[in-house]
């Protein structure tokens, strides 16, 4: 069974730029949520979503967005990147709904704003 | 104040020797995480837990819901579970709160 897989996993942009990372979640999971890790805050919480609706929000700018397809892939999108972005982010599925669930995580995407 | 305290921060071992994570946290729980995070990146969630205790191999995880800590044991440390050990908390279906990490090193 494949894991979760994202996409790209290493990037590089540029300040001001927007940028769209990819998740696709194990087969038969409908729920993924998206986290950022940095050095300086550790990992947070980003968004989750379950059947194409986003159920749960963490604590970022409105810069941050995503959506999830009706074959329960995930994007996340950055706008008007800052240096501050740089991190690796993390997406996560699981079967059901909710985050009491087991979480499979991915290897990460590994973004560098310069 | 993070509300998730793992100690230690750092911890280097012998190959064989008994690990030992701690995990506190201040708030009621639905459930905690461990999670294991190798150089590279990528996070693999070791167990989910809101009682009692799992075993997985070397592997086990005690909660004690009542004074709001968690251990995560390694017996029989090996260099390859040198990494990072990561608890995390949820409450309901509210957002994974997680620790800053435990770093472990273990020395042939």
């Known amino acids: 069974k494949a894991g979760v897989t994202q996409t790209p996993r290493y990037l590089i942009k540029t300040r001001g730029q927007q940028v769209t990372l990819s998740c696709s979640p194990i087969?038969?999971?409908?729920?993924v949520s998206w986290y950022q890790q940095t050095p300086g805050q550790g990992l947070q919480f980003l968004f989750e979503y379950f059947s194409e609706t986003q159920r749960n929000k963490g604590n970022f700018p409105g810069r941050f967005s995503g959506r999830q397809f009706s074959n329960s892939r995930s994007e996340m999108n950055v706008s008007t990147l800052e240096l501050g972005d740089s991190a690796l982010y993390l997406c996560a599925s699981s079967y059901g709904a909710g985050l009491n669930t087991e979480a499979f995580f991915g290897q990460g995407t590994r973004l560098t704003v310069v | 104040k993070n509300e998730v305290e793992q100690s230690p921060q750092n911890l280097t071992a012998q190959e064989g020797e008994f690990i030992t994570i701690n995990c506190s946290y201040s708030v009621g729980i639905s459930a905690l995480h461990w999670l294991q995070q190798h150089p590279g990146g990528g996070i693999v969630s070791l167990f989910m837990l809101s009682s009692g205790k799992k075993k997985h191999g070397r592997l086990i995880a005690t909660i004690n819901i009542q004074e709001k800590h968690s251990s995560l044991h390694i017996t029989a440390s090996h260099p390859r579970d040198s990494a990072v050990y990561i608890c995390?908390?949820?409450?309901?279906?509210?957002?994974?709160?997680f620790g800053t990490g435990t770093r472990l090193t273990i020395i042939p």
């Open positions: 087969s038969g999971h409908r729920s």
């Open positions: 995390a908390y949820n409450f309901g279906n509210e957002k994974l709160t």
